[in-house]
């Protein structure tokens, strides 16, 4: 299994506060991506990461923003949690040097906010 | 928008039984294509992967293929067992760019004993 721990595993919040979902790989993998996981909706890119400090918005970047500032950390953050954002959260890995290579999921990250 | 479909949502059948899942793309240009298994609360699993010049990949009982003229991927489960009942999900990079995967909604399969 690719060596991706995601932190906290469950965690519930109230609206308004602040949150941070930590994603940590040992696989030295230049691509990292949160995506969040939905009924009805399935799995939606939020931020994608190419590289330290390189980040991009997904389809659903609204309210979320991402830092990257050692490869093997990246971390969501909700500034102002709403109850919108309630859904579980995974983190992916990819090692993609000349083509589109293979992602790794970790274990997710349930957030519930009130 | 690319948009990939799955095709049943869900699907019930005995054990023992040769089965197809479905997945469709809109966008021809595809990548590479992954399939996933993914059981109730937890992660994903990557299954197989073909990239955009294979036509197939196959792994113990699993084979899956890519035609990319139609648009179109299956996941063939052969001597299907119990243990195979979860979500099964497919996946494509459509955009070297961003290099990330675009999901379908999933197939959850149920195999009775």
């Known amino acids: 299994d690719a060596g991706i721990t995601q932190s906290p595993r469950h965690k519930v919040t109230e609206t308004g506060t602040p949150v941070t979902l930590r994603c940590h790989q040992t696989?030295?993998?230049?691509?990292m991506y949160w995506y969040r996981q939905d009924p009805g909706h399935g799995l939606r890119l939020i931020h994608y990461?190419?590289?330290?400090?390189?980040?991009d918005k997904g389809e659903v970047s609204d309210g979320y923003s991402v830092s990257r500032s050692k490869t093997e950390d990246f971390l969501l953050t909700l500034e102002s949690a709403t109850s919108s954002q309630t859904s579980v959260y995974f983190c992916?890995?990819?090692?993609?040097?000349?083509?589109?290579?293979?992602?790794?999921f970790g274990e997710g990250s349930r957030l519930t906010v009130l | 928008k690319q948009e990939v479909t799955q095709i049943p949502a869900a699907l019930s059948v005995p054990e023992g039984e040769n089965l197809v899942l479905n997945c469709s793309f809109t966008?021809?240009?595809?990548?590479?294509l992954q399939w996933f298994r993914q059981d109730p609360g937890k992660g994903l699993t990557s299954l197989l992967l073909?990239?955009?010049?294979?036509r197939e990949q196959t792994s113990g009982r699993l084979n899956a293929s890519l035609d990319k003229s139609s648009g179109r991927s299956t996941l063939y489960i052969a001597a299907s067992q119990p243990g195979d009942s979860a979500t099964y999900l497919c996946?494509?990079?459509?955009?070297?760019?961003?290099?990330?995967?675009?999901f379908g909604s999933g197939t959850r399969l149920q195999v009775q004993p």
């Open positions: 990461s190419y590289g330290v400090k390189d980040t």
């Open positions: 996946a494509g990079i459509m955009d070297t760019g961003r290099r990330a995967l675009t």
């Open positions: 966008d021809s240009a595809i990548y590479n």
């Open positions: 992916a890995i990819s090692d993609q040097t000349n083509v589109p290579g293979e992602l790794f």
């Open positions: 696989e030295n993998h230049r691509y």
């Open positions: 073909i990239q955009s010049s294979q």
